[in-house]
């Protein structure tokens, strides 16, 4: 919340809709404030979540019009609010809709995130490099991360890659 409070009255807070503490946050500023989220009742959300061709499918929708079909280029449910607030940002730098469609669904992500590293007894191996809350979020969604990572819907076993205190690998 500090650090929204600080934002200037002529900045951009953009906030998670669906969130309760995201929500209470954006009542408190002064600046412009646009949701994300997956209703109508927030300024971008979307429609039709699928999993298409091995990842998600979307409808993006901007202040109640449809701007398109979108296939993410990330593994993930959680990404596809990641992709909303992108969107949401992209937009106000005045990003039109075809480039930022294009470049939601070459985005494949960055090195040791939800990166897939091989087969192990049927199982699939990833490694992720992100926060516990990360994995948080992939276990409770394991079988669509599985889908969108083209294993046919095995198990995926996500293991930490992130260093510790001493720079070992977990």
């Known amino acids: 919340g500090e ?4 934002l200037p009255a002529d ?9 309760p503490q995201c929500r209470r946050v954006a009542e408190q500023v002064a600046t412009r404030v646009v949701r994300y989220g997956v209703g109508p009742d927030a300024d971008w959300y979307t429609t039709d979540l699928a999993v298409e061709q091995g990842r998600y499918g979307m409808t ?17 449910r959680h990404n596809v609010a990641n ?10 730098c005045g990003v039109p809709w075809e480039p930022l469609a294009e470049g939601l669904a070459g985005f ?30 992939a276990a409770r969604d394991a079988r669509g991360n599985a889908q969108t990572l083209g294993t046919g ?4 076993v996500w293991h930490s890659m992130t260093p510790d205190r001493t720079g070992r690998m977990e």
Not at 3 to 6: D, G, H, I, P
Not at 11 to 19: H, I, K, P, R, T
Not at 153 to 156: I, L, M, N, S
């Open 3 to 6: 650090f929204a409070r600080r």
């Open 108 to 137: 494949s992500g960055v090195q040791r995130r939800l990166e897939l590293r091989g087969d192990v007894g049927g199982a699939a191996d990833g490694a992720d490099e992100g926060r516990v809350l990360d994995h948080a979020l």
């Open 153 to 156: 819907g095995r198990a995926v």
């Open 60 to 76: 993006v929708w901007h202040e109640g019009t449809a701007l398109g079909r979108v296939l993410l280029g990330l593994a993930g």
């Open 83 to 92: 992709a909303l607030a992108v969107a949401a940002l992209a937009h106000d």
């Open 11 to 19: 900045g951009l807070l953009v906030v998670n809709g669906a969130d």
